[in-house]
């Protein structure tokens, strides 16, 4: 099993940043890519970056220019900073795990922290 634990939520004002970190321990072996999810109140859950272990990113043109995400191999964490926050980007940040498990790839979540960003 993969463990995910996040940290770095809060409230922030609008305009404010924030770092979020998101460690992975466990049986770990062959990581694909990490990434982190947002899902605001009565919403889906949506993307907000994505890293592959050889650095190519995935970031959706509503947040991009404002997030940036990077993965330590070494620590198997992977990092958002975002910037230039908006009261749109409040909801719980998940962050997920692809690896590959005997030929398929297998995903896992983190229990998520909360990101509040007032107006």
């Known amino acids: 099993q993969v463990q995910l634990v996040e940290s770095g939520g809060g409230l922030v004002q609008a305009g404010g940043s924030l770092r979020l970190s998101c460690a992975a321990s466990g049986s770990i072996f062959d990581i694909n890519a990490m990434g982190w999810y947002r899902q605001a109140p009565g919403k889906a859950r949506d993307l907000v970056a994505l890293?592959?272990?050889?650095?190519?990113?995935t970031i959706p043109d509503s947040v991009k220019g404002r997030i940036t995400i990077s993965f330590d191999n070494a620590k198997n964490t992977v990092y958002l900073q975002m910037k230039s926050l908006k009261p749109e980007d409040t909801g719980v940040y998940s962050c997920?795990?692809?690896?590959?498990?005997?030929?398929?790839?297998?995903?896992?979540w983190g229990q998520g922290t909360q990101v509040t960003v007032s107006s």
């Open positions: 890293i592959t272990t050889s650095g190519i990113t």
């Open positions: 997920a795990l692809d690896q590959r498990e005997g030929g398929d790839l297998h995903a896992y």
